[in-house]
C-alpha cells in the first residue's frame, strides 16, 4: 500500500521513460517540474510553445536545451493543438497543461476529429497523501465538472476506480461525502450517495466498495464514525472522497494543500491519455509527482 506521492517517482524510474508533450511550455514553474522529470529519469519531454520565452526560462532555471524537443507555436491554442496531435501520433504518452487556459486546452482534447476523446466523462482527480492519513487517497472531482448530475457522478467515480485499478488497489473504498451522514431528500448530495451505495450493493457498480452519505470525518476517521454509530468498512479507510461539486471538492483540496500540510498531484482521467493539470498555486513538488503519477497511468 502507498503512502506517499514520492513512491511513484520511485517506480516511474525503473520503468521505460514516458514521452510528455506540453502544451504552451512558457511557464517556469511547468518546466521546472519537467526540467526535474527529465534528470530523474522518468520523462523525455516535448515542449510546444513559444520558442523564445520558453528558451529564455530554460536558460533561467537551468534547464538544458539539449534535454528537450521544442515545437515552436504562435500561441497558447496553437501550441495545445499541437500538442494533442503529438498524443495522437503516439509521439508522446503524457499530455501537460502549460501556459494555456483549462478551457482552451479541454477544448482542443475534447474536439470530435482531433481531439483525445475516448468516450468517456472527462474528470479531474486529486491523489493526496497527508500527515494525518495513513494512506493515499483521492479527491474527485474538484476541477472540471461544475454541478455533476447523478450520471455524471457514476462516470467521475468510474474514471476514479480504474485510476486505482492501474495503481495497484483492486477494490477501492469510496466515499461518498455530503454534509451529513444520513439521507435528506432536499439534500440531493446524500440521496446521490444512498443511491450509489445501493448500485454498488446490487452489483451494479463493480469493483469498488461504496458507502455514503458521510460527512467528511466520518469518511477520514474511524473515531468520528463510531462515535456517531456508524458501522461501515469505508468509514475511516476511504481512498475515493467523492465529493457533490467542484465547489466543495476544490475547497477540500485547497483546504489540504494551504491548511492541512497535504502534497497532491491532480490529473484529468477519462481521455485517451492522462493529463497532468495543476495550478498555478500548486507547488513544485505537486506537479513533479503529478508527471509521475501521469507516467505510472501510461503504461500498458
Do not use: W
Not at 495522437?88 to 487556459?101: I, P, S, T
Not at 465538472?145 to 462516470?155: G, L, M, R, T, W
Not at 463510531?226 to 476544490?250: F, M, R, T
Amino acid at each position: 500500500m502507498r503512502k506517499n506521492l514520492a513512491e511513484f517517482v520511485e517506480e516511474a524510474k525503473q520503468g521505460k521513460k514516458k514521452r510528455i508533450a506540453v502544451a504552451a511550455s512558457e511557464d517556469k514553474h511547468v518546466l521546472e517540474a519537467v526540467r526535474d522529470a527529465i534528470k530523474e529519469g522518468i520523462v523525455e519531454a516535448i515542449l510546444v510553445g513559444s520558442k523564445q520565452e520558453t528558451e529564455r526560462l530554460m536558460k533561467e532555471i537551468g534547464f538544458d536545451y539539449s534535454a528537450a524537443e521544442l515545437i515552436p507555436a504562435s500561441d497558447p491554442v496553437e501550441a495545445a493543438a499541437k500538442a494533442v496531435s503529438l498524443i495522437r501520433e503516439k509521439k508522446a504518452e503524457v499530455l501537460m497543461k502549460g501556459l494555456v487556459q483549462t478551457a482552451a486546452l479541454l477544448k482542443v482534447v475534447l474536439d470530435k476529429e482531433k481531439g483525445l476523446r475516448s468516450g468517456a466523462l472527462l474528470s479531474h482527480l486529486g491523489l493526496f497523501h497527508s500527515p494525518y492519513y495513513h494512506k493515499l487517497f483521492a479527491v474527485t472531482d474538484a476541477g472540471m465538472n461544475v454541478a455533476p448530475s447523478f450520471e455524471d457522478k457514476i462516470s467521475i467515480l468510474t474514471n476514479a476506480v480504474e485510476m486505482f485499478h492501474k495503481i495497484g488497489i483492486n477494490l477501492p473504498k469510496v466515499a461518498v461525502v455530503a454534509a451529513v451522514e444520513t439521507v435528506n431528500p432536499k439534500m440531493d448530495a446524500t440521496v446521490h450517495a444512498a443511491l450509489l451505495t445501493q448500485m454498488n450493493r446490487r452489483g451494479q457498480i463493480k469493483g469498488c466498495l461504496i458507502d455514503g452519505p458521510l460527512a467528511l470525518d466520518n469518511a477520514v476517521s474511524k473515531e468520528a464514525a463510531q462515535h456517531k454509530g456508524i458501522e461501515s468498512e469505508v468509514a475511516g479507510d476511504a481512498d475515493i472522497l467523492l465529493v457533490p461539486d467542484i465547489e466543495s471538492g476544490n475547497l477540500i483540496y485547497k483546504a489540504l494543500n494551504f491548511l492541512g500540510g497535504a502534497v497532491a498531484a491532480g490529473v484529468i482521467l477519462g481521455a485517451a491519455a492522462p493529463i497532468v493539470l495543476t495550478s498555478r498555486a500548486d507547488s513544485e513538488q505537486s506537479k513533479h509527482y503529478s508527471i509521475a503519477l501521469a507516467v505510472a497511468l501510461s503504461r500498458d
